[in-house]
């Protein structure tokens, strides 16, 4: 089930990362080694972020679909 306004949340997260690590790359006027560090480390944050939001779904559809096969299980021991 996708709940409305969750596309808009993903877009706005998604230009975040994308507009940030273009600030980042473009903006930051030192060394070229520390630039490839900043980038690095906005990529290895924004991954961070978008693994740990994969967990939270997995585990929440893990919930939904073990607590439906209770109801439906419950539904089927009452005779309906």
Same mark, same amino acid.
């Given at each position: 089930?996708?709940?409305?306004?969750?596309?808009?949340?993903?877009?706005?997260? =998604?230009?975040?990362?994308?507009?940030?690590? /273009?600030?980042? =790359? *473009?903006?930051?006027?030192? $060394?070229?080694?520390? &630039?490839? *560090?900043?980038?690095?480390?906005? /990529?290895?944050?924004? =991954?961070?972020?978008? !693994?740990?939001?994969?967990?939270?779904?997995? /585990?929440?559809? $893990?919930?939904?679909?073990?607590?439906? =096969?209770?109801?439906?299980? !419950? &539904?089927?021991?009452? !005779?309906?």
């Amino acid at each position: 089930m996708i709940v409305p306004g969750v596309g808009y949340a993903l877009a706005v997260l =998604a230009a975040v990362v994308i507009f940030g690590g /273009i600030l980042v =790359a *473009r903006g930051v006027k030192t $060394q070229p080694f520390l &630039r490839k *560090r900043y980038l690095f480390v906005v /990529i290895f944050f924004a =991954a961070l972020a978008y !693994g740990g939001w994969m967990s939270s779904e997995i /585990i929440y559809d $893990q919930q939904v679909i073990s607590s439906s =096969a209770v109801l439906q299980d !419950g &539904r089927e021991s009452q !005779g309906h």
